[in-house]
């Protein structure tokens, strides 16, 4: 089946400092990645939809200048939490479209494992 | 009013017994329903997908849809402690963008 894999899977940084998260289509290609955020014991919350080739584009409220998004390929897609700060503590995990039988839409979702980022 | 509404819980349960969990939502276009369970710390996993209404099952797990009451439901024959996680329903229209309820937390007590 698809698996997306997601690095790291928890990492502790001092604030002011940059992390990067990277999200990788193991055995499909996937024009389309998708960032969230979850809180402890609340669900996802969509941060920005990740296109290859082209700008993400981010749900409201969401800084783009703080949370970067890079699509570069068709199995990558990187965030970058810049100037990082205990308030950016959380959860992060990405997902991707994954293939179907009647194409990518059918399946749905396929999540990475999540990344735990500490802000200290 | 959220696309999708799905009570949050926590439920708890006797292992082996039956589990309802069950999710509504408000637009008639969605076609796509699937269920997630997420253990803590970990990413969503997809339990079972269906494509417009009806029933599917998958071992002790039986997904149902009624697009007329716009509800869907899963339910989890004999409940094994290991069925704890926090169920996610999930729909779409297309395909192409999915709508998440917030979760129900369940724990099976052995």
């Known amino acids: 089946g698809a698996v997306v894999s997601q690095h790291p899977s928890w990492v502790i940084c001092k604030s002011g400092t940059s992390v990067k998260i990277e999200c990788r289509s193991l055995?499909?290609?996937?024009?389309?990645m998708f960032w969230y955020r979850q809180f402890p014991k609340q669900s996802l919350m969509l941060m920005a939809t990740?296109?290859?080739?082209?700008?993400?584009?981010?749900e409201q409220g969401v800084e783009k200048d703080k949370f970067l998004i890079n699509h570069a390929s068709l199995t990558l897609s990187t965030l970058t939490v810049t100037s990082a700060h205990p308030e950016d503590s959380s959860f992060y995990i990405c997902s991707a479209l994954g293939p179907g039988p009647s194409g990518a839409s059918a399946y749905g979702y396929t999540f990475g494992s999540g990344t735990r980022l500490t802000v200290v | 009013q959220k696309e999708v509404e799905q009570d949050p819980g926590p439920l708890s349960v006797p292992e082996g017994a039956i589990v309802s969990l069950n999710c509504t939502y408000s637009?008639?276009?969605?076609?796509?329903f699937m269920w997630y369970r997420q253990y803590s710390r970990k990413g969503p996993e997809l339990l079972m997908y269906t494509y417009s209404s009806g029933n599917k099952e998958d071992g002790r797990f039986t997904a149902q849809v009624d697009k007329s009451s716009k509800y869907i439901s899963l339910f989890i024959r004999d409940s094994q402690p290991s069925d704890s996680a926090t169920y996610l329903c999930a729909m779409s229209p297309t395909g192409n963008q999915f709508y998440f309820g917030t979760g129900t937390s369940l724990t099976v007590i052995p």
């Open positions: 637009n008639s276009a969605f076609q796509y």
């Open positions: 990740s296109n290859e080739g082209s700008k993400a584009t981010y």
């Open positions: 055995d499909f290609q996937a024009t389309t």
